[in-house]
C-alpha cells in the first residue's frame, strides 16, 4: 500500500521579496513499513517534504496523496484530523510540553481523539513498556536526559499507532551513542508494527540504517536506492 505519493510536486516560499523555490517538480512515494531516509544538504528541500507529507504545509503545485487521501484538495480542518489519526511526528527538540507528566505527554494525542480512559491507560503502559521508560511515567522532561525525552517523543508518536511516522532530524541533539540506541528502537517498532518511518536528516549513522536513501539537492531528487 502506498503511504506517500508525490507527483510533481513543487513548493514556493516568498522570502524578502523574493521566491524560493523549495521543492521543483518532486515525484516520489513510500509503500508501507518502509524505514526510509531523505537526505540532503541545508536548503535542499527534505524539512519541506517532510511536512508537506505531514500535512503540516500546503504544497504550490503537482499533487500529493497521504494515506490514500489528496491532501492539496483538502481543507485545513481535514488535514488536520489527517495528521490526528493517521500521522505521528518526531523533532530533534523533541515539542514535549513541560507542564505534563510524562504519561500525560504520550497520552495526549489519544484525549484528543476521544479514546476511552481505560483504553489510555492500557495502551500508555504498552508503549512506556515498548520504550523503555517503565517508571518514568511521573517525571516531567525537565527531569530527563535528552535521550529518555526522545524516547517520549517516540512513544507519543506511536502510541496512536499511526500509518506514517515522520522524524525530522531525530538523533540531532544526542550523542552517538544515544542516537544509536534510539535508532536501534525505532526500527525494532519498524519491524514489529510495520509503521512506516521517513527521516529527514544530515547524520550518517541516520543514512546507514534507512533501508532506502533518498538524497535531494536545490529541491529536486538527486538519488533514490533501496538498499539490500
Given at each position: 500500500?502506498?503511504?506517500?505519493?508525490?507527483?510533481?510536486?513543487?513548493?514556493?516560499?516568498?522570502?524578502?521579496?523574493?521566491?524560493?523555490?523549495?521543492?521543483?517538480?518532486v515525484n516520489l512515494s513510500f509503500q508501507a513499513g518502509e524505514f526510509a531516509a531523505?537526505?540532503?544538504?541545508?536548503?535542499?528541500?527534505?524539512?519541506?517534504?517532510?511536512?508537506?507529507?505531514?500535512?503540516?504545509?500546503?504544497?504550490?503545485?503537482?499533487?500529493?496523496?497521504?494515506?490514500?487521501?489528496?491532501?492539496?484538495?483538502?481543507?485545513?480542518?481535514?488535514?488536520?484530523?489527517?495528521?490526528?489519526?493517521?500521522?505521528?511526528?518526531?523533532?530533534?527538540?523533541?515539542?514535549?510540553?513541560?507542564?505534563?507528566?510524562?504519561?500525560?505527554?504520550?497520552?495526549?494525542?489519544?484525549?484528543?481523539?476521544?479514546?476511552?480512559?481505560?483504553?489510555?491507560?492500557?495502551?500508555?503502559?504498552?508503549?512506556?513498556?515498548?520504550?523503555?521508560?517503565?517508571g518514568m511515567q511521573k517525571r516531567r522532561p525537565r527531569e530527563m536526559?535528552?535521550?529518555?525525552?526522545?524516547?517520549?517523543?517516540?512513544?507519543?508518536?506511536?502510541?496512536?499507532?499511526?500509518?506514517?511516522?515522520?522524524?525530522?532530524?531525530?538523533?540531532?541533539?544526542?550523542?552517538?551513542?544515544?542516537?544509536?540506541?534510539?535508532?536501534?528502537?525505532?526500527?525494532?517498532?519498524?519491524?514489529?508494527?510495520?509503521?512506516?518511518?521517513?527521516?529527514?536528516?544530515?547524520?550518517?549513522?541516520?543514512?546507514?540504517?534507512?533501508?532506502?536513501?533518498?538524497?535531494?539537492?536545490?529541491?529536486?531528487?538527486?538519488?533514490?536506492?533501496?538498499?539490500?
Amino acid at each position: 500500500m502506498t503511504v506517500v505519493k508525490a507527483e510533481n510536486v513543487t513548493k514556493d516560499y516568498g522570502l524578502n521579496g523574493q521566491t524560493v523555490h523549495a521543492l521543483r517538480g518532486v515525484n516520489l512515494s513510500f509503500q508501507a513499513g518502509e524505514f526510509a531516509a531523505i537526505a540532503g544538504p541545508s536548503g535542499s528541500g527534505k524539512s519541506t517534504f517532510l511536512h508537506l507529507a505531514g500535512c503540516l504545509d500546503t504544497l504550490t503545485g503537482g499533487t500529493l496523496q497521504v494515506g490514500g487521501s489528496d491532501a492539496g484538495k483538502m481543507s485545513r480542518k481535514q488535514l488536520a484530523m489527517l495528521r490526528r489519526h493517521s500521522i505521528g511526528f518526531i523533532f530533534q527538540a523533541y515539542n514535549l510540553i513541560p507542564v505534563l507528566s510524562v504519561e500525560e505527554n504520550i497520552s495526549f494525542p489519544l484525549s484528543l481523539l476521544g479514546v476511552p480512559q481505560k483504553e489510555i491507560k492500557e495502551r500508555t503502559a504498552q508503549v512506556l513498556h515498548d520504550v523503555g521508560l517503565e517508571g518514568m511515567q511521573k517525571r516531567r522532561p525537565r527531569e530527563m536526559s535528552g535521550g529518555q525525552q526522545q524516547r517520549v517523543a517516540i512513544a507519543r508518536a506511536l502510541v496512536k499507532k499511526p500509518a506514517l511516522i515522520l522524524a525530522d532530524e531525530p538523533t540531532a541533539n544526542l550523542d552517538s551513542t544515544i542516537g544509536r540506541e534510539i535508532l536501534e528502537l525505532m526500527l525494532a517498532m519498524n519491524k514489529s508494527a510495520g509503521t512506516t518511518f521517513i527521516f529527514s536528516t544530515h547524520d550518517e549513522m541516520v543514512m546507514d540504517y534507512a533501508r532506502r536513501l533518498v538524497h535531494l539537492r536545490d529541491g529536486q531528487i538527486e538519488s533514490d536506492e533501496e538498499k539490500a
